[in-house]
């Protein structure tokens, strides 16, 4: 299951890991947030020990979503050492985020 993150644990789960990190900013009244969620859980599973996978809600963590300038959801950012190495927004197929995050591992 992604883990939850928020402005509070944000940078303590993601920022300070030293495996990569996927994290999908979404929101609840987002369709196409909708789309990507089941995929990001998917990948969570599938990858659970290789890699951190998280989501963060938008509208309960503006502080970490404003740092990161996400304007359009689903925004999902790939990290590794802290620092963010690829990104991708709006819903695309698991094999796009799958293909990403093998990168960074």
Not at 25 to 30: G, H, I, P, V, Y
Not at 46 to 58: H, L, W
Request: charged share 30%; aromatic share 8%.
């Amino acid at each position: 299951m992604a883990l939850e993150l928020t402005d509070a644990n944000f940078a303590e789960l993601v920022e300070k890991s030293d495996k990569p990190v996927l994290v999908d900013f979404w929101a609840e009244w987002c369709g196409p947030c909708r789309m990507v969620g089941p995929v990001v859980e998917e990948l969570a599973k599938d990858y659970e020990g290789r890699a951190v996978i998280g989501k963060v809600n938008v509208d309960t963590n503006p502080e970490i979503a404003t740092k990161y300038g996400i304007r359009n959801i689903p925004a999902l950012l790939f990290f590794k050492n802290g620092e963010i190495v690829d990104k991708q927004v709006g819903a695309v197929p698991r094999s796009v985020l799958e293909e990403k995050l093998k990168a960074q591992l």
